[in-house]
C-alpha cells in the first residue's frame, strides 16, 4: 500500500506522458486579427504547471495532464484523468519569441503574435 | 415544480446505475449515453458522510455558475459566455455559448447549509455533508 502511494506521487510530479492516460482532443476556438492568431482551447481541471506550449517548424502542440485525485465510492464518472493533446500547423511568420500562453477557468488561451513582415501594410500612394 | 422535476430526474438516475456498470464509456466513442449525461459533465462520489460531485466547467466564471440545492435535489445551470475580443475574425469556433441546466437526485439528503463549493482550473467540486436523518445511526440494545 505504502509502496503504491510512493509510486503514484513520483509520478504526479512528473510531465511525462503518463501510462494508461486517456489522449483527448480539447476543443478550441481560432481567432485572428491583424497583428495575431488567438486559440482557446478547453482543458477543464488541468492545472498550470501541468501544460505544456511548444511551437516548432510551424507545427504547434498544446498538451495539459489532468489528474482527478478522489476518493470515496464512485457512483458515476463520466469523465476521468485524461491527457490533452492537439497539434496544429501554424503559419511559419508566427513570432515564437513572443507567444503568450494564459489560463483561466480552465481555458488555455494563446496569443501567437505574427512577425511583422507578415502583418498587412496599407500602401500609401504618392502623387506624381 | 419541484416534485415533477425529481420525478424526470428518478428516471435518469436509474440511467445513471445501468452506466455506471460500463464506466469507461463517456469516453472516446461517442455513445448515446451523452444525451442523457449533457452539459456538464460530472462525476459523484459517495464519501460516507458526504457526497462529492465534480463538474466540466471550462471558460465558466464563478459569477455565472448557479449552484442550487433542496433536500436531495442539486441543480447546476449557468452561462457558457463567449469570450471571443472584438475585431477578431473566427476560423474556428467548437466550443459552445450558450445557457445549461442539469439537475440530479441525490441518494440522500444533504445539509445545504454547509455545502462547499469550491471553482478551480474549469473544475467544480461539491462536498455535500449529508443530512443527520440521512446518516446510519447505531442503534444500541437494551
Redesign the interface.
Known sequence: MSENKELSKRTEGMMERQQNLATVAPVVDIYENDDEILLHADMPGVSKENVSVNVDNGTLEITGIRNLHVEGARSWAEFGDVEYRRVFSVPQTIDVGKVDAELKDGTLQLHLPKAEAAKPRTIEIRSA | MWTRMSEIDRLFSAM??L??SN??R???EGSGWRVV?GFP????????DS??V?A??????KEDLNIRIQGNYLELSGTLKS???E?????????NTSTFSRSFTL?AEVDADRVEAV?R???LTLVMPKAESAKLKQITIN
Do not use: C, W
Open positions: 445513471d446505475l452506466r455506471s464506466l469507461d463517456s469516453y472516446g449525461g459533465k460530472t462525476n459523484m462520489y459517495d464519501n460516507g457526497f462529492q465534480i466540466e466547467l471550462p471558460g465558466v466564471s469570450d471571443v475580443p475585431g477578431y475574425k473566427a476560423h474556428r469556433v467548437e466550443r441518494d471553482l482550473n474549469g473544475l
